[in-house]
């Protein structure tokens, strides 16, 4: 017997009759005599629509009252539905299990959690159905964890609890090559490591929130992906493995079109210029990701660097003031873009993937806008109508799509 941790996804409880499967499944699992702690999302489409109704009276502090709610109406109809199977369950909100939180409203991060009530219920053979996505601060605020934060709300309760291992059920097998919506030929991966996870995550894979990985590779919690209404084996989120020289050089295609670039051109080239440049901008608490500073040829240089659309155009404003102080040409901003990245471990011991990357984009005449690279991934930005193209034409070009795979391996 183990216990188990199990997170149903907004898609996965989208309807009354799908709670009720939710329910089935949850219930077969506890017959089986696992102890089973349930992390739920709101109905999908809920806290988008919560979002909106605040459009333009939106505070912090109440907007987490306000997107809350999605998940409580959750825990009740699902507790509901285990009560009538005849598994006893019990529901809590974020505050009564006390998921206790910093008091960064809409971006919380979990401080602790308290298990005694959960344990208790456990003890009593009950399924505990937790809210996802929420907690409170010190002072009793509700708080919530960003969107997409119900997985972290699963990993935490899982590492809290020291549970056997944390599911995430979801309306996909598992972590594929990218996002099977966008690659139909993208192949389902059996293991992913953390560090992978981590950075296919934070590069736009939303299929785990970024910080639940994190949490889950520093807990060491067993961490898999699974289909909520499929049988299968998942994808596990494991720690490095040893055969890393075995690994292929690239595990997965991850891509976002979350961000906008600016560019300061002819800015005098002394020392200095890119703090002076970019300290404004992080003390509006903008942050910056990928940062290119070209050559000074005429004793003048250009910077680009990018922030995430929404802060686009607060960074613009700072950026021209900056730029008129000193005395730089102009000032350009562009949000059609989109960033593609390669990820792969295997990039330690693999030589030459770079070019390879360049090359497969030449092929299909993108351009690359800037490029950044780290020792387990490499990005470039394009115009963002070339997204799809440029993730196809790379998912190919490294042999992940499903039938080259199949031919290399003789299958
Ligand atoms: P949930 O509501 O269950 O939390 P999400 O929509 O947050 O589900 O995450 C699942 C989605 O993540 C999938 O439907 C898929 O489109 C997307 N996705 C993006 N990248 C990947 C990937 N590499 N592997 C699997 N799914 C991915
Ligand atoms: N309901 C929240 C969201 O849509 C949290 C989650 O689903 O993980 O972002
Ligand atoms: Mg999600």
Do not use: W
Not at 38 to 48: C, H, K, R
Not at 280 to 289: F, H, K, L, Q
Not at 294 to 316: C, E, I, P, S, Y
Request: negative net charge.
């Amino acid at each position: 017997m183990s216990l188990l941790v199990q997170k149903f996804g907004g898609t996965s409880v989208g309807t009354v009759e799908r709670i009720k499967a939710v329910a089935e499944k949850v219930a077969a699992f506890r017959q089986q005599g696992h102890d089973i702690v349930v992390a739920v999302s709101a109905m999908s489409g809920e806290t988008n629509r919560l979002i909106a109704l605040s459009e333009g009276i939106a505070t912090p502090r109440e907007m987490d009252v306000l997107v809350s709610t999605g998940e409580q109406v959750t825990i009740s109809l699902l507790s509901m539905a285990l009560n009538t199977l005849g598994c006893p369950a019990v529901s809590y909100t974020g505050s009564q299990v006390r998921i206790l939180t910093d008091s960064a409203h809409t971006k919380a991060r979990i401080k602790r959690i308290d298990e005694g009530n959960i344990r208790a219920d456990l003890a009593e053979g009950k399924v505990v159905v937790v809210a996802g996505f929420q907690g409170t601060d010190e002072a009793g605020n509700i708080t919530t964890l960003g969107r997409g934060g119900s997985d972290t709300t699963a990993v935490a309760l899982a590492a809290a609890l020291k549970a056997d291992e944390c599911q995430i059920y979801t309306d996909v097998d598992g972590v594929y090559t990218t996002d099977p919506r966008v690659v139909a030929s993208a192949q389902r991966l059996d293991r992913i490591t953390f560090e992978e996870m981590l950075e296919m995550a934070s590069l736009g894979s939303k299929v785990l929130q970024i910080r639940a990985v994190e949490f889950a590779g520093k807990y060491n919690v067993p961490l898999r992906v699974l289909h909520s209404f499929q049988d299968g084996p998942g994808t596990l989120i494991c720690l490095e493995e040893k055969t890393t020289m075995e690994a292929p050089a690239i595990s997965g295609i991850a891509f976002n079109r979350d961000e906008a670039k600016l560019t300061v051109l002819g800015v005098p080239d002394i020392p200095g210029v890119a703090y002076k440049i970019l300290g404004p901008i992080s003390e509006a608490n903008i942050e910056v990701d990928v940062i290119v500073q070209n050559v000074a040829d005429d004793k003048t240089t250009d910077l680009t660097f990018t922030v995430h659309r929404n802060d686009m155009k607060r960074a613009a404003t700072i950026l021209e003031a900056t730029a008129s102080e000193l005395g730089a040409r102009e000032v350009k901003t562009d949000d059609k873009i989109a960033k593609l990245s390669l990820v792969g471990v295997g990039m330690r011991s693999h030589a030459g993937i770079a070019s390879q990357m360049f090359r497969a984009l030449a092929d299909v005449s993108i351009n690359i806008l800037l490029i950044t690279t780290s020792e387990i991934k490499i990005s470039v930005v394009v115009d963002e109508k070339f997204l799809e193209l440029g993730v196809r034409a790379l998912h190919t070009a490294f042999g992940l799509d499903a039938e080259s795979a199949a031919e290399s391996t003789g299958e």
